[in-house]
């Protein structure tokens, strides 16, 4: 079955660009939107963003100034850069797909989350 | 954005029990209101999309009701393993957003 697998630096300086990349595997990237979500330690899910594999694209408008996602479906990857991080982003990120019957569109498959400090 | 509201925040329950939460969002959501369970250290899972509908694979003592801004989601007979912190989410309009969550613990 599909499998997500988050990859990148667990640790950045602040005022640097977070870079995560999600690796799909045991299917296509196509045709699906892709998620990125982050939980701070002892809190809540905030959703940061969506892509299609199109490329368009739905940001958080919380966050829409210092995010950006691109897909490679050659590689069946999809990323996230967050440009200018501070302690506040510190959290676990985790990647996801999104579904939909009829136009309901989930999360139906996530992966294990990574863990980013933001620290100097 | 939508809010979404969940109460309670937190429930303590014994094996057996049937348990209820509840989600209520700031504007009509008509169903689009997911829900999903996550254990400690884990990433969250599907239980219930468009607020009724059982994801594949999951138990049938979960249930989702609701439309609107109402929503419930029931567990029927509490088992061991539902031990864990449950989030709603809409996906009616983006920003996407969740609720915060009601953590169910053992009473």
């Known amino acids: 079955q599909v499998q997500l697998q988050e990859s990148g630096p667990g640790l950045v300086k602040p005022s640097e660009t977070l870079s995560l990349t999600c690796t799909v595997s045991g299917g296509s990237i196509s045709s699906y939107y892709w998620s990125w979500i982050r939980q701070p330690a002892g809190k809540g899910l905030e959703w940061i963003g969506r892509m299609y594999t199109s490329g368009s694209t739905n940001y958080n408008p919380s966050l829409k100034s210092r995010v950006t996602m691109s897909v490679d479906t050659s590689k069946n990857q999809f990323s996230l850069k967050l440009r200018s991080v501070t302690a506040a982003d510190t959290a676990v990120y985790f990647c996801?797909?999104?579904?939909?019957?009829?136009?309901?569109?989930?999360?139906?498959?996530w992966g294990k989350g990574t863990t980013v400090t933001v620290s100097s | 954005d939508i809010q979404m509201t969940q109460s309670p925040s937190s429930l303590s329950a014994s094996v057996g029990d049937r348990v209820t939460i509840t989600c209520r969002a700031s504007?009509?959501?008509?169903?689009?209101l997911n829900w999903y369970q996550q254990k400690p250290g884990k990433a969250p899972d599907l239980l219930i999309y468009?607020?009724?509908s059982l994801q594949s694979g999951v138990p049938s003592r979960f249930s989702g009701s609701g439309s609107a801004t109402d929503f419930t989601l029931t567990i029927s007979s509490l088992q061991p393993e539902d031990f864990a912190t449950y989030y709603c989410q809409q996906s009616f309009s983006t920003p996407l957003t969740f609720g915060g969550g009601t953590k169910v613990e053992i009473k």
């Open positions: 468009a607020a009724s």
């Open positions: 996801a797909r999104s579904r939909a019957r009829l136009d309901f569109y989930y999360m139906d498959v």
């Open positions: 504007q009509s959501i008509s169903s689009y």
